[in-house]
C-alpha cells in the first residue's frame, strides 16, 4: 500500500468521526433545550422588578412602562368577572379582572373587550394552580399587552410558568404576591 493511499484513509476516517461527533452533539443539544427552558416562548416576571427593569432602559420604554404601572394601580374603566358574574365600570373598557376559575367562561360572556390592554388575573388558592390558563382565549383581542397574575399565596415563578399555556409571544406576563394580612 501506498503513503498517498494510507493518507486518504486515515483523512476519511477524521471526517467521519468529526461528523458523528457533530450529529452526537446536535442531538444531545436538542435534547436538552426543553430542560433549560429554551421551549417557552414567554417569561414571567414579577411587576416590581419589571417597573425597575423597564424605567432603567430607553425612553420608549419609560412610557410603557408608566402606562402599565398605571393600567396595575390606578383606576380606569374595567371589567371584573368572578365567579362567571360580570360587572362593568365605565365605557370602553381598558382593564379586565378574571379570577382564574373563570377564565374559561370569558370567550363565552360576550365582552366588549376591544380596548383592553390588561388582564389581570385573580389567583386565590394554590389548588388553582392545578388549571391551566390557556391564554389563547385573548387571541381575538390584539390591544391586550400585558397579562397580570395577582396570587394570594406564597408562590414561585416556576410555579406559575407550569400554569400559563399561551401560543402568543407578544404578551408581557407579569406577577406579584399579594398574600392578604
Known sequence: MNSKFKIKIMGNQAKTKKS???????????LLLPFLGFSQDFKIIEVNEYLKRESMSESRSIAKTISVKSLIKDLHPSIYVNNGSVNTYGKPAKVLFVDAKS?????DLNLDMSQ??????????????????DLSIFSNYPTIKVIYLTVSFDCTVDMLNNLIKTDKTGYTIL?????PS
Do not use: D, G
Open 20 to 30: 458523528k461527533s457533530s450529529l452526537v452533539l446536535i442531538v444531545m443539544i436538542s
Open 116 to 133: 383592553v390592554e390588561l388582564v389581570t388575573i385573580k389567583i386565590n388558592k394554590k389548588e388553582e394552580l392545578s388549571t391551566p390558563i
Open 175 to 179: 406577577y406579584s404576591v399579594e398574600k
Open 103 to 107: 377564565i374559561s367562561k370569558v370567550r
